[in-house]
Structure formats: structure tokens, C-alpha cells
Nanobody, 122 residues
Framework: QLQASGGGLVQAGGSLRLSCAAS???????MGWFRQLPGKEREFVAA????????WYADSVKDRFTISREYRESTLYLQMNSLKPEDTAVYYC??????????????????WGQGTQVTVSS
């Protein structure tokens, strides 16, 4: 089970940190963040390998967002800085055990959290 939290309303240029608590063995899987707007497909944001040594980012968030994981707490994080109005979306955390070739696509993940709303005002 995955439980995402930390969303909210922030002004452009501000920061937010999303958290995702993972239960059981999910914390040992590759984990990622996706985001989605109403009527749009789910979009890849960032992912991190099971060891924490490998990360992937969408070009649109590179150098602004940082993904990390804390094994003792079985928690995934997404630190979002320099937020822009176009970052507004529902953010979902996910866990999967497929090949790293699928790190940036939603079909590479088997378990999904419930989503947390991020709204960036201009």
C-alpha cells in the first residue's frame, strides 16, 4: 500500500515536499512519481531505483525537483523547488519491479498511491 501526502497550494517560485509511505516490501521496489491533469494522461515526473543510487527525471522538472527515499521509514520523497503554474496537477506515487527500461512509463509500475493535489498559483 502507498500513501501520498504533502500536496497543497503554493505561489510560483515556492517549494513543496511530497511524501509517500510504503508498506510491506513495496519500499524495496523501484519507486516513482507521476502527475495528471483532468482529461490528460498520467505524466512521468521522477523515479528512483531500489538501491537509491539511480534516478530518472522528466526534462520539465530536472534541476528543480529531487527524488529520494528513506529506507528506515519506508518513505519516498519528492522535493519540489522553483514551482511553476504548469506543475499544477494531482501527483501520484508508484512502485514497480519491472525492468529499468520501464522507469519512465506508467505501465512499469504495479502499485499506486491515491494522489495528492499540488496547485501553483501565478
Amino acid at each position: 500500500q502507498l500513501q501520498a501526502s504533502g500536496g497543497g497550494l503554493v505561489q510560483a517560485g515556492g517549494s513543496l515536499r511530497l511524501s509517500c509511505a510504503a508498506s510491506g516490501t513495496l519500499s524495496t521496489y523501484r519507486m516513482g512519481w507521476f502527475r495528471q491533469l483532468p482529461g490528460k494522461e498520467r505524466e512521468f515526473v521522477a523515479a528512483i531505483g531500489w538501491s537509491g543510487r539511480t534516478t530518472w527525471y522528466a526534462d520539465s522538472v530536472k534541476d528543480r525537483f529531487t527524488i529520494s527515499r528513506e529506507y528506515r521509514e519506508s518513505t519516498l520523497y519528492l522535493q519540489m523547488n522553483s514551482l511553476k503554474p504548469e506543475d499544477t496537477a494531482v501527483y501520484y506515487c508508484a512502485a514497480g519491479y519491472a525492468s529499468r527500461d520501464y522507469a519512465k512509463v506508467s505501465r512499469g509500475y504495479d502499485y499506486w498511491g491515491q494522489g495528492t493535489q499540488v496547485t501553483v498559483s501565478s
